[in-house]
């Protein structure tokens, strides 16, 4: 019988680990379970252990458990170690390698994957401190899931920190649980970092500028990458797909919690800008709903740039990425605009497609954004290559074997 190691953190969502352990029992998994002192003041242990069936372990320097097991045996026992909640304090003690409680360790002692689900307040989530300390596990091979955007407990906030599902999370556990998918492969030990999906810029707290981007061609990269061996993180817009299992996966909504996530992403080898990143922003959008008044004139929406993530990106400097990709999304004179691109961003190859309305055999007459078959052309400063009609999964295999083999040649000629 596989044996989970269920880390608590006190978060406000530690009560959604009744439902874990509920879930994870249904599919015959043991699940023992480490409290932290400040998890007790969510969810008591008495809970915990009716529905582990299993003592439940709070105290280092406890004599009986040292005794009867340790803490060394517990974190060696487990096939996989989840962390859900995980909080801001105790991703900070992992990445800096704390072990001043029984919770941190156990992380310290073990050998056995890890995988964090974090969840906090957005603010606590965005903080350079904590986004540095999640840039530090994942380059130590800590593997994530979540968070989630979207509202709060607390009145009024919303934004990215949200506990991952419970589908989500048994998910990923199950990916865990499985092993790395691919011990070899062209891009192992590589870090590839993908954006996909559109953004979506607030107008008011309930309206928003988006576009008809689905995500499928950016989140095919993501699984493609996986499977040449690739550590991926995959920063997503607000998109209807599923996680791709095994990808450190980063939900964001606005263009700028895009670059934010993108930035605490690097070091990469190689990434794919494939969302279709807004161009604009509404200024100053209102903090709550623009009603309509009667008589009153319609709203007029003034816009301001986004930060251009691809051009960010691939600017010369210590952080660049060996080989930066980006996307063109172009209703005309494909090539033409793309290869403008080219020229401007800094890139090293553009992927241009037509996304005009009924482009794309197979796409369903929906086009090309939100179908699943593409035609892409890249440009690279060697000239253009235009692909045939293809599947996004093809495009993707394709793309990433091409990007591999680009990489690779690279790293042979320095
Ligand atoms: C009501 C309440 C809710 C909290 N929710 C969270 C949370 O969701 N995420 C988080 O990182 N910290 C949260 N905190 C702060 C943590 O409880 C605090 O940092 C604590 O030291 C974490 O301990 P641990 O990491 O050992 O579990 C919350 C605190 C309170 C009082």
């Known amino acids: 019988m596989k044996q989970i190691l269920l880390i608590i953190g006190g978060g406000i969502a530690a009560y959604k680990c009744l439902d874990l352990i509920r879930r994870l029992r249904e599919r015959g998994y043991r699940v023992r379970v480490v409290m932290t002192k400040a998890a007790q003041a969510f969810v008591t242990p008495l809970a915990v252990g009716a529905l582990t069936n299993e003592r439940v372990f709070t105290d280092l320097f406890d004599l009986d458990d040292e005794r009867e097991i340790g803490h060394i045996r517990l974190s060696r026992d487990a096939d996989v170690i989840v962390v859900a909640p995980a909080t801001a304090d105790l991703l900070a003690k ?5 072990a001043d409680d029984l919770a941190t360790c156990v992380l310290m002692a073990t050998d056995k994957p890890v995988l964090v689900a974090p969840a906090m307040n957005p603010r606590m989530w965005l903080h350079p ?17 979540g968070p989630e955007t979207g509202e709060m407990a607390e009145r009024g906030e919303a934004g990215p920190g949200r506990l991952a599902e419970t589908p989500q ?25 993908v954006t996909s999906g559109p953004t979506h810029e607030p107008i008011d707290p309930v309206r928003y500028i988006a576009n008809r981007s689905s995500g499928k061609q950016g989140h095919a990269i993501a699984a493609a990458s996986l499977a040449l061996g690739a550590r991926v993180t995959l920063v997503s817009g607000p998109v209807a797909l599923p996680d791709p299992p095994g990808c450190t996966v980063v ?28 161009d604009w922003r509404v200024a100053g959008s209102a903090g709550q709903k623009i009603k309509k008044a009667k008589g009153a004139d319609a709203p007029q929406l003034s816009l301001v740039e986004n930060p251009d993530i691809l051009k960010t990106i691939a600017a010369p400097g210590p952080e660049r990425p060996a080989l ?10 494909v090539v033409a605009h793309a290869s ?3 020229a401007s961003k800094g890139a090293d190859w553009i992927v241009a497609n037509d996304v005009s309305h009924g482009s794309g055999i197979g796409s369903g007459g929906g086009g090309v ?6 035609r892409v052309h890249i440009l690279r400063a060697g000239g253009v290559h235009s692909w045939p009609e293809l599947s996004k999964s093809q495009v993707a295999d394709r793309l990433v074997a091409e990007a591999a083999n680009a990489l690779n040649a690279k790293s042979k000629s320095q």
């Not at 998910?171 to 590589?190: C, D, K, M, N, V």
């Open 94 to 98: 992992m990445a800096g390698g704390h």
């Open 129 to 145: 401190a904590t986004q540095r300390n999640v840039s530090q596990l994942r380059a130590d091979g800590i593997a994530f899931t």
């Open 169 to 193: 999370l048994l998910a990923a556990i199950e990916h865990a649980l499985s092993g790395p998918a691919t011990l070899a492969g062209p891009l192992a030990g590589r870090h590839v970092l």
């Open 251 to 278: 939900h964001v909504e606005t263009a700028a919690e895009m670059l934010a996530a993108v930035r605490a992403g690097l070091p990469a080898d190689i990434v794919f800008c494939a969302a279709a990143v807004a």
């Open 324 to 333: 930066v990709v980006g996307f063109a999304a172009e209703t005309a004179d």
């Open 340 to 342: 403008a691109k080219l």
């Open 369 to 374: 954004m939100g179908g699943d078959h593409n």
